[in-house]
């Protein structure tokens, strides 16, 4: 894989108590320039961090070529990749007939990822993977810097 035409994001969220105060980060690597983006929200959960750590890269890229998403979250690879078709098809319910647990996110990300070519990629966090660890320093500081 020549990974000079694709666009590679790491992404990663983090919470202090969960719920608490969270940070999410991405790293993107563009063809040509490395991209560092964060964000803070006083109170949070773990898996919306991982989620818009995603919505964000994702919202910054205005370019149509292929998206690779390394992320160490399963809630959000098998949520896009797998859940969300059932999801849709009963009206945003979970099997137990229950809204499905940040719907809001989900539906931002379905919409965002309709007319996008992105594979979606699970890294094993805190493995040594650099740019996971990256990602993961992006949103622990986006929290102690808040």
């Given at each position: 894989?020549?990974?000079?035409?694709?666009?590679?994001?790491?992404?990663?969220?983090?919470?202090?108590?969960?719920?608490?105060?969270?940070?999410?980060?991405?790293?993107?690597?563009?063809?040509?320039?490395?991209?560092?983006?964060?964000?803070?929200?006083?109170?949070?959960?773990?898996?919306?961090?991982?989620?818009?750590?995603?919505?964000?890269?994702?919202?910054?890229?205005?370019?149509?070529?292929?998206?690779?998403?390394?992320?160490?979250?399963?809630?959000?690879?098998?949520?896009?990749?797998?859940?969300?078709?059932?999801?849709?098809?009963?009206?945003?319910?979970?099997s137990?007939?229950?809204?499905?647990?940040?719907?809001?996110?989900?539906q931002?990300?379905?919409?965002?990822?309709k007319?996008?070519?992105?594979?979606?990629?699970?890294?094993?966090?805190?493995?040594?993977?650099?740019?996971?660890?990256?990602?993961?320093?992006?949103?622990?500081?986006?929290?102690?810097?808040?």
């Open positions: 894989m020549n990974n000079n035409t694709y666009i590679n994001i790491w992404t990663d969220g983090a919470c202090s108590g969960n719920p608490g105060p969270g940070g999410w980060g991405a790293l993107i690597k563009y063809p040509d320039l490395t991209q560092k983006l964060s964000g803070y929200e006083p109170n949070t959960t773990n898996n919306r961090m991982e989620m818009l750590a995603v919505i964000n890269a994702l919202k910054s890229i205005n370019l149509k070529i292929k998206i690779i998403i390394y992320t160490d979250s399963k809630y959000v690879k098998d949520g896009i990749t797998s859940w969300i078709h059932n999801w849709k098809i009963n009206n945003w319910k979970n137990q007939k229950k809204d499905v647990k940040n719907k809001d996110l989900w931002e990300l379905d919409i965002l990822t007319n996008l070519d992105v594979d979606w990629k699970w890294v094993k966090g805190h493995s040594g993977n650099i740019e996971n660890d990256i990602a993961d320093e992006l949103a622990t500081s986006a929290i102690k810097n808040a």
